[in-house]
């Protein structure tokens, strides 16, 4: 087991915001293929986590390591360029722009020459983009936005892909099916999956591992099922 390569590393890593401080110490590691899960409370320091990972905000302490490597002072671009893949929360696709259009942007980031081949490949997990290749991505419902958005990660040819709370405001259904199609990209591509949320019930269904933040610390960690099983921090951690 142990010999599994890391793919992300975070040792001790604090982090804020000028005056406010929102990680104070978060230590964990996601090995290579894995998927493994983060989750947390509102303001727990989820999302300013991912924005350390893939270099938009710099730790005031610790390290982060990426595929072996030190990452510190590396650019948001050169990781971006290594396969380290950011799909923020909100989605932050552009409204104006096509379906289309907004893929080849990912595309593009990671200087992928061969747009044809790796959209083809976007379309075959999210058949409901081919369709709509040409329509203005505003006009997209929740769900086709959310696809968008971790298409758009597929493009940049990722290793390690981040989501950012990708069931956020979706139904029931379409959170399913994404979560289905995110388990077939980490199995088929090989592509290492590191999901933050607040849907806990879902995400532990197809993490292997998983964390769980409390205000800017790793408070619990642990196998999905034991965590889930776990009546006490469910009511504490999770909510439900
Ligand atoms: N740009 C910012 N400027 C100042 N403080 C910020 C900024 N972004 C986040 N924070 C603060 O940092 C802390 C952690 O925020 P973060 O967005 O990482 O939480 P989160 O776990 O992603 O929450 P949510 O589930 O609501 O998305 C919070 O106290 C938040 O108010
Ligand atoms: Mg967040």
Do not use: C
């Not at 595309?107 to 999210?126: H, L, N, P």
């Not at 205000?215 to 099983?229: C, D, K, L, S």
Request: glycine share 12%; charged share 25%.
């Amino acid at each position: 087991m142990s010999s599994i390569p890391i793919a992300l590393r975070l040792t001790d890593v604090h982090a804020g915001y000028g005056p406010i401080r929102a990680l104070h110490g978060v230590s964990f590691e996601v090995r290579e293929g894995g998927i493994v899960v983060l989750l947390g409370a509102n303001g727990a320091g989820k999302s300013t986590t991912l924005r350390v990972i893939s270099g938009l905000l710099a730790p005031t302490e610790g390290t982060v390591e990426y595929l072996g490597e030190d990452v510190k002072g590396r650019e948001a671009g050169w990781l971006v360029r290594r396969g380290l893949i950011h799909v923020p929360e909100g989605r932050r696709i552009f409204a104006d722009f096509t379906v289309e259009e907004n893929l080849k942007i990912g595309g593009y980031t990671a200087k992928r020459a061969a747009f044809g081949g790796a959209m083809e490949e976007v379309f075959e997990y999210f058949p409901l983009l081919r369709e709509r290749r040409k329509q203005a991505a505003g006009t997209l419902s929740g769900g086709e936005q959310q696809m968008l958005a971790i298409g758009r990660g597929l493009m940049a040819d990722p290793k390690v892909l981040l989501l950012d709370e990708p069931s956020l405001g979706l139904a029931p259904l379409i959170v399913s099916d994404i979560y289905r199609i995110i388990g077939a990209i980490n199995k088929e591509r090989r592509v290492t999956v590191l999901i933050v949320e607040q849907n806990a019930a879902v995400a532990l269904n197809v993490a292997d591992f998983a964390y769980v933040l409390e205000t800017g610390r790793v408070a619990v960690q642990g196998r999905p099922e034991n965590i889930r099983g776990n009546e006490d921090i469910r009511r504490s951690y999770l909510g439900y």
